[in-house]
């Protein structure tokens, strides 16, 4: 994670979430790697698949709802000040 982001704050946006296929974003601020993938990944069995690209963050997510893999999230450091502006 301190590659990607020398910082603690992320924005999140997700794609094709569960069973109904929604999408939004959130920012959140994580230091360690648990407490990354808490904020970002939905409480229940998860699979998944971690892509680079840049300084941002892909995940394919498999879980109950979405057994194909359709579910992803697309995770990119950002300032204190956006966080703080959008929390």
Known sequence: M????????????VKNF????LSGHKYFKAQEGTEFLRHVLPDTDNYFNRHNYRRDLAIQ???HDSHLGDEW???VPCS???YDRNH
Do not use: A, L, V
């Open 2 to 13: 301190t590659k990607k982001n020398d910082g603690i704050y992320w924005k999140e946006e």
């Open 18 to 21: 569960g069973w109904r296929k």
């Open 61 to 63: 997510n498999h879980h």
């Open 73 to 75: 999230y697309y995770i």
């Open 80 to 82: 204190y000040c956006t």
